[in-house]
């Protein structure tokens, strides 16, 4: 009787002795020798003949039916049924394009341009103070809908690069310390090899550095105070994302480059056993320096929110307040100070819903 046919299941190398497999949705870290096990369950030999081979070339006794088992425990044994997304419509030969050799090139050169551009015009570069337009209801609807149009266009590209690899991709709202995040899931990632990872990873930065440059480059024939605003946008959208003490663009570029794949968890689990004076075997090097990177960057998180998020909200406040003052129950300042209040509703929102979920999954494990 032949074994069960696991060729569903894909095996990529990660590093030495290790692989990643996964059915798509569901991934796990394995050895060589269970990765040898899977490749030989096709569906077309029996346990004995799958056990002899890996004995053979392994030199290691394996249990195909407790192997099984133990993918059963794990979910892998049958492919996860998910209903098709509106992302799944994009065929990857239609995006891949957007990542090839001429299109990196494509951002080489505008970047070059655009660093060419600031040393012959330094005044290029966006300033708050020049951001703020004297009507503050145009400027808050403006940076709203561009803050939000520009996040989209971040996450898009990582969706796109996502399909270019044949990888699901799906959009949800979420939050990172004090920021609603817009984030792209991309489970699948890890079904792809190590080097291709680091297109999806940094798909959104290197499209916030093209239009910045490009944006730059404008500046040199024509002002415009949209113009400068996107670059802004754009700006703190790259350096938003080297806090990678959150869970950040960079942060997953570097825990692919190290080879951590729980990098946030083992982190967190080292600096609790140092806190409680607890031993912290089996903590690599680079969870160790990254766990205290971890702590440096919560603070570093609050200068981002105090140096960016505070300054454009107090100055957009401010102008609406000198707005009423001068003319008193005006619709329009009215309106800034509602769209601001309604931006961080929204943020409470979504932080007090998954902070409800986290506490049910924990009463459900807790329970079972």
Known sequence: MTSADLSFLSVVADGPDDYVIGNGETFVNVPA????????????????DVRARVRESHDIDVDVADFVRDLEGLGLLAPP?????????????????????????????VFSCAVAAIVARPEILPTYTGLVWADSLAFTVAFAAGSWLLVFVHELSHIFAARSLGVRAELSLGTRMQFLVVQTKVTGIWQTPRKARYRVHLAGMRTDLFLFSAGACALLFTDS???????????????WQFLFFMRTDVYYAYANLTGEKNLMEDAQSYLRAVIGRRPAPGASRGVRRYAWFLVVGRVLGLAFFAGYTVPITIAACRGALDELA???????????????????????????????????????????
């Open 33 to 48: 020798v269970a990765a040898a096990v899977i490749e030989l369950m096709d569906g077309t030999r029996t346990a004995d």
């Open 81 to 109: 049924r998910r209903p098709p997304n509106f992302w799944d419509r994009i065929r990857p030969e239609l995006v891949r394009p957007l990542f090839s050799r001429a299109a990196d090139a494509v951002v080489l050169a």
């Open 225 to 239: 105070g949209a113009i400068r605003l996107v670059m802004l946008i754009c700006l703190s959208q790259i350096v």
């Open 326 to 368: 001068a003319s008193p129950g005006s619709p329009a300042p009215l309106a800034t100070l509602a769209i601001i209040a309604l931006g961080w509703v929204l943020y409470l929102y979504v932080f007090a819903r998954r902070g409800v979920r986290a506490l049910r999954a924990r009463r459900s494990a807790g329970a079972g």
